[in-house]
């Protein structure tokens, strides 16, 4: 905690300095790109991640494209970290507090063009005197997994003189400030607000996660996608993204596909899954949640192309095609069973087939014969006996 502790510190020095924007050199910046999608993020109280007990400083998880109210929060900071400004020669003593929301990122964010930061901000405390005065500064931080500060963009306000920098009831205020800077995956961008004043203990309160005071910021990031390939039973599946893509399962005995596809949760993201006609058949059927997903269809003579977008969280994407159709091929018999002679069930009675068909005509005839020669004799008999 110490440690964390100190890094802010560092933060709040650099936050609260005499310069309306601070020139900074990060080691990794970004290309100029004007393929830019802006994200509309609102700051949300998921879990308090740090805090200092006297109310310095505290960091929030998190901040995503949701415009739910999940936990209204009136985070109330007290400027307990001191720090030696030269303001117009003097060397001005200052306390410090600040307010981070979070998030943990699953993928490379590059960030570039002017984040716009806001937060409803309300202070009692008063401020007079001509070395009296406060500000506050707004923008991001990079922590690393370690939380350990990496990197910060921060713009201050106009310094106060003499006065409250804030009004005593929620007032929006917002700071832009330029970004051009790839923030890396397993890391965490940071949603800073800094206040400060010459009085120890100046407080003040941020409102956030409501609908009444959505404090929030506006991310300028590099659309860009990756292709990634899988195999299933020997045949390629691709799935191009902006979402960081895992968990990726194909189980072609059940005709679905199911994968991860992440980012700043509640933002959008797109899909284009290729599917070999030899693994599954379409209609395809798209899901998340249980919620359904519109896609489309494109195909050549191999493939087909599943194409959708879709809200980034943490339940799996599902494809289920159809099943391809078992191909028939018609039984042939082998010359020996075609000239063989058809196999009489047992449970038929047993009949003898004469090799030769005429001796059969032949045996009926003297049958018939016998027949007709005993009834005539039986007759010449009877015809004695009456007489």
Known sequence: MERIRAKIIVLLIILLSTCVLLGHQPGVRAQSSSNIVNL???????????????????????????????????????????????????????????????????????????????????????????????????????????????????????????????????????VSTNVNYIFKAGHSIGFAVGLGATAQGFSATVYFDSASYSSGATLPVVDTSQYQSFTENSQIVGVSSDSAISNFQCNSATDNIQFNAEGINYTTGFCNVSIPKSLMQKPFDVSSASQQITSSVTENSTYYQVYFTHTRTAAPIQITGTANEPTTQPTILPTSAISASPTTPSSSPSTTIPEYPFLAIIALFAVSTLTVVFRAKRKKVLAKLRG
Do not use: R
């Open 40 to 174: 509309s993020l609102n700051f949300h109280n998921y879990s308090l991640l740090l805090s200092d007990p006297n109310g310095s400083f505290c960091v929030y998880n998190g901040a995503d494209g949701s415009s739910n109210s999940v936990n209204p929060t009136q985070a109330n900071l007290i400027s307990e970290i001191s720090g030696q400004q030269v303001v117009s020669g003097f060397s001005v003593t200052y306390w410090s507090s600040v307010i981070i929301w979070a998030i943990k990122l699953p993928m490379d964010l590059n960030v570039d063009g002017t984040v716009k930061v806001n937060a409803y901000i309300s202070s009692n405390f008063e401020l007079s005197g001509f070395f009296s005065g406060g500000g506050y500064g707004m923008g991001l931080v990079d922590l690393d997994q370690n939380n350990n500060l990496v990197q910060e963009f921060i713009t201050q306000a106009p310094y106060t003189i003499g006065a409250n920098p804030f009004t005593s009831t929620p007032t929006e205020y917002s």
